[in-house]
């Protein structure tokens, strides 16, 4: 028999599975954005729910790499909701890309993800830092070589290993601060992919 609380987790956790990931996070500062409406104009963007991305990860599986993105807003503080919402996935990724970490050389926390190794690069204010994990049972290689070298953009990258003469695969993940200049990133990143 089914008693009145185990209904209302149910009810709670279904509404978890069903809500867009972009939600699912809390966000105490969304309004000290430089423009909010930058991150909506990505068409190639979408939030996925729990169920959605069960679905994606397990029709894809085995045809190409897995990536998902979160704009964390400190990795320490988040840790545990970003575990949880890899627990209820029925598979994992193959590479987390994470930005705003807020590490810095003096943060002490455990950031480690089962399954994952962790590369990050920390950044030298309050907000931004960026992190890749990837899945241990891929053979990577850091690329601190591939850095944007400007004031207030930090970028992490790593190179899944070329076995065989295999297509060299980059995945890096970057954080501009709203404060740092556009034109001069854009610039900046063209070269870095030519």
Not at 25 to 42: G, Q, R
Not at 81 to 110: C, H, K, Q, V, W
């Amino acid at each position: 028999m089914i008693g009145n609380s185990s209904l209302l987790i149910i009810s709670r956790l279904s509404k978890v599975m069903e809500s867009d990931f972009y939600n699912l996070l809390p966000n105490p500062d969304k309004n000290d954005e430089a423009d909010p409406d930058l991150m909506f104009s990505n068409p190639q963007s979408d939030y996925y729910s729990i169920s959605k991305m069960n679905n994606v990860l397990t029709s894809r599986k085995g045809k190409g790499i897995s990536l998902f993105h979160c704009n964390i807003r400190s990795l320490t503080k988040n840790l545990s909701l970003l575990n949880d919402m890899l627990y209820s996935l029925d598979s994992g990724f193959d590479f987390i890309a994470i930005t705003e970490t807020r590490l810095n050389p003096n943060s002490i926390s455990n950031t480690e993800l089962l399954k994952y190794n962790l590369f990050h690069v920390d950044s030298p204010t309050l907000a931004g830092g960026v992190a890749v994990y990837a899945n241990k049972a891929l053979k990577t290689i850091p690329r601190p070589d591939l850095k944007i070298d400007l004031p207030l953009v930090e970028s992490c990258w790593i190179e899944i290993d070329p076995c065989n003469n295999n297509r060299h695969i980059l995945i890096g993940s970057i954080y501009r601060h709203p404060s740092a200049g556009m034109d001069e990133f854009t610039v900046k990143l063209e070269e870095l992919i030519k």
